[in-house]
């Protein structure tokens, strides 16, 4: 869509370009044209009088949307190890699946990766497509989206849901950009129309709102999400469905990047992976005041976790902070302490099991999340229940 101007049907250009309150028409070589500071406000086309800027409806494009079915899981791994991520989108994917009577796949890339393969009939798929192939063993995007891009071909799925991990955020766009199809990134809530169209939910502006996002004109369609947004469904004992043996042309896999060596990062504690999680914020007044934030998490069996402000006064490691811009977290336990509760940060735990805030403004937006309030001074509460927790210890 867009504005044509019809520069013959425009007697003084000079006087016309001023009915646009933004400016954004101008004379150029003679012609009136409209540039980049135009807002689509149509006010031209209102105060055209003889039809000198007319608004044109492109044609927009359609799909066969029968032609279209299974939701798909992309199984993210690292060395043939399931990322728990994949088994919460299976959840996922069998909640919508079950609302438009369509199957669950899921599509696997690796090489050696049959018994993996087989474990995910475990959890209620239909079929999982397995592409196993040494040119596939370590993740190369160029191989990964070839055989991506063969598997959707072949098999035509409707929508596709991909974890928002350090591998899908890579491939993702570049199978979104093979099918010039939408992509929603790091969706919180995922639903589905009675005609296959895909909701997807996420954060914008910052958290301040709540975006709900279709692509009703394209397929296959395409999401990801975080870990630890969506539950994980339960093993079951017995199988379903089937493990479908895939080949592609060695051809297809060839990339211009020759992995040489893959050597695996070290270790570090991660807030994802905690049970219980004390969280400090703009409450705690100094770097030296971590270190009874950090008591407490220690007598606790926890990790430390704070949000974005004492990350960037370089207080704590961005390993560590919750929320839109850092991690997302479902612990059994969460101590907040002095954090407002900007709707950034409780986005990025609001799932957890059991909340407990400590905060001195009763009006403070994080007890509309906690379970459990604690007003007051964070300099108070802290040091009586780390001498609460030794007490017990000896006891």
């Not at 309150?21 to 689509?40: L, T, Y």
């Not at 958290?207 to 093993?235: D, E, F, L, S």
């Not at 992976?273 to 934030?293: F, H, P, T, Y």
Request: with cysteine.
């Amino acid at each position: 869509m867009g504005l044509v101007v019809h520069n013959d049907k425009i007697e003084n250009k000079e006087e016309f370009i001023k009915v646009c309150p933004f400016g954004a028409m101008e004379v150029q070589n003679g012609d009136v044209i409209i540039n980049s500071a135009c807002k689509m406000c149509k006010v031209c086309v209102r105060k055209s009088k003889h039809g000198e800027v007319e608004f044109v409806e492109e044609k927009l494009p359609t799909v066969d949307k029968s032609k279209w079915s299974g939701i798909t899981v992309y199984v993210d791994h690292e060395n043939g190890k399931i990322h728990p991520v994949t088994l919460e989108l299976i959840g996922k994917a069998r909640e919508l699946a079950k609302k438009v009577n369509q199957p669950v796949y899921c599509v696997f890339f690796g090489s050696g990766i049959e018994k993996q393969a087989n474990e995910l009939l475990h959890y209620g798929v239909d079929s999982v497509f397995v592409y196993d192939d040494p040119a596939l063993r370590s993740f190369q995007n160029e191989s990964y989206t070839a055989a991506f891009e063969d598997f959707v071909n072949r098999n035509h799925p409707c929508a596709i849901l991909v974890g928002a991990t350090p591998v899908g955020r890579q491939l993702a766009p570049r199978v979104a950009a093979r099918f010039r199809t939408g992509l929603t990134a790091d969706c919180t809530i995922l639903d589905i129309d009675k005609n296959t169209d895909l909701i997807q939910i996420r954060p914008a502006f910052g958290g301040n709102i709540m975006a709900q996002i279709c692509t009703p004109r394209t397929r296959p369609q395409m999401a990801t999400v975080r870990y630890k947004v969506m539950n994980a469904p339960a093993r079951t004992e017995e199988t379903t469905g089937r493990v479908v043996d895939c080949k592609i042309d060695a051809e297809k896999l060839r990339t211009h990047v020759q992995v040489l060596d893959v050597k695996p990062k070290q270790k570090v504690a991660s807030i994802e992976n905690a049970e219980v999680l004390v969280a400090a914020g703009r409450g705690i007044k100094s770097k030296e005041d971590l270190a009874m934030v950090q008591e407490l998490a220690d007598l606790l069996g926890g990790e430390l976790a704070c949000t974005r402000p004492l990350v960037e006064s370089g207080w704590v490691e961005a390993r560590r902070q919750v929320g839109l811009s850092g991690r997302t977290v479902r612990p059994k336990l969460i101590i907040t302490c002095g954090i407002s509760g900007a709707v950034q940060f409780s986005a990025g735990m609001k799932s957890a099991e059991t909340i407990v805030s400590i905060n001195s403004d009763e009006k403070a937006p994080i007890f509309n999340v906690a379970h459990i309030g604690l007003v007051g001074d964070v300099y108070e509460i802290i040091p009586q229940l780390i001498k609460q927790l030794k007490q017990g210890k000896e006891a």
